[in-house]
């Protein structure tokens, strides 16, 4: 990496071997991971001692928006040019990376993931999952003004500009939809790219759950009036 | 004097010992306090008033009334906690983020300097 390019993980209670090989795929692409523990029962610098990682850790779990931004902050004091926010639980692929930040290059200040620029890559989620994006879809849009074909996906790609400009209140899952409207309020320039997701068992388990989605759009529409 | 209204006013100086207690060095808080039990208090020894407000606010009974505004008490009541909590929240999440970027740490060995 010739520019300083970080790779922010939020982890709350991951099962060591899922996260071992999420984190194993970046090292060997050279990439630097910043691992933020949100809490987890077993501490992660205890799990991943002997891999070379940035580890910071939450006394107490504050939701994967809280992570996002404390490791943003960090990655600012590290005086980050590129970062990216990438899952633990493996559905996200360490080769696509380069492709973001290619694309940061090209002029945008984010990159976010999309899981329907391609056949392909939408043909593989489960068709709940897939109703239930339509729908978020909408929610994002009415709420930030920003239409894009894909919702909650937590790969995207920051660069130095976009880095200082965002910061996130939201704590738990409602940050990706408040993301959009700061990335609009601070004119930042967005483009989506196509991304494959590996949906495994256990990255299903992790994931959002379809009761939740109310719970999102409650603490959105709590913010708008607070 | 009936049973209740001692039952009554018992309870609201008991509540407004609690609630001054509670509100130390804020004046304007423990004003409103006060402010709220003197009226709870008087309308309980001479209910006739709360009628007499019902009547000119064109609602049926006092108690009616008393219901209605006890409505939007406890609406803005809980509005404002919620507010509250958000403020509480917010600090914890920046103390718990002071905390992790503090206590941050390299683990293992760096394989390659930039």
């Given at each position: 990496m010739s520019n300083k390019t970080y790779i922010i993980i939020p982890c709350?209670?991951?099962?060591?071997?899922?996260?071992?090989?999420?984190?194993?795929?970046?090292?060997d692409l050279r990439y630097e991971p910043i691992m933020v523990d949100d809490g987890s029962q077993i501490p992660l610098r205890e799990m991943l001692s002997d891999m070379p990682l940035h580890i910071l850790r939450h006394p107490i779990n504050l939701?994967?928006?809280?992570?996002?931004?404390?490791?943003?902050?960090?990655?600012?004091r590290l005086g980050a040019e590129h970062v990216l926010h990438f899952d633990a639980d493996g559905q996200h692929r360490a080769e696509d990376i380069e492709r973001f930040i290619t694309t940061l290059d090209e002029g945008y200040d984010v990159v976010l993931?999309?899981?329907?620029?391609?056949?392909?890559?939408?043909?593989?989620?489960?068709?709940?999952?897939?109703?239930?994006?339509?729908?978020?879809?909408?929610?994002?849009?009415?709420?930030?003004?920003?239409?894009?074909?894909?919702?909650?996906?937590?790969?995207?790609?920051?660069?130095?500009?976009?880095?200082?400009?965002i910061d996130l209140q939201e704590n738990r899952m409602a940050h990706a939809t408040e993301i959009l409207s700061q990335i609009r309020h601070a004119k930042l320039k967005i483009k989506e790219i196509p991304t494959l997701i590996n949906y495994s068992e256990y990255s299903l388990r992790k994931g959002q759950k379809i009761s939740n989605s109310l719970n999102i759009i409650l603490d959105l529409i709590l913010r708008k009036l607070l | 004097m009936t049973r209740m209204q001692i039952i009554l006013i018992a309870g609201f100086l008991f509540a407004?010992?609690?609630?001054?207690?509670a509100s130390k060095n804020r004046i304007l808080t423990r004003l409103f306090f006060l402010a709220q039990f003197l009226l709870a208090i008087v309308l309980t020894l001479w209910p006739q008033l709360s009628q007499k407000a019902a009547d000119f606010l064109g609602v049926g009974r006092g108690t009616d009334l008393i219901l209605y505004l006890l409505v939007v008490y406890v609406y803005i009541g809980s509005v404002l906690l919620l507010g509250k909590f958000r403020q509480q929240e917010r600090q914890i999440?920046?103390?718990?983020?002071?905390?992790a970027l503090e206590l941050a740490q390299r683990t293992g060995k760096k394989e390659h300097e930039d």
């Open positions: 709350y209670n991951e099962v060591e071997s899922v996260l071992r090989q999420t984190v194993q795929e970046l090292l939701g994967q928006g809280a992570a996002l931004q404390t490791g943003m902050e960090y990655a600012k993931g999309s899981r329907f620029l391609r056949h392909e890559d939408s043909g593989s989620l489960p068709t709940r999952k897939r109703l239930l994006l339509q729908a978020a879809r909408l929610v994002n849009l009415i709420f930030t003004g920003v239409w894009l074909t894909d919702a909650h996906n937590g790969f995207r790609a920051l660069n130095r500009k976009a880095l200082h400009a | 407004t010992l609690l609630c001054l207690l999440t920046e103390l718990g983020r002071q905390m």
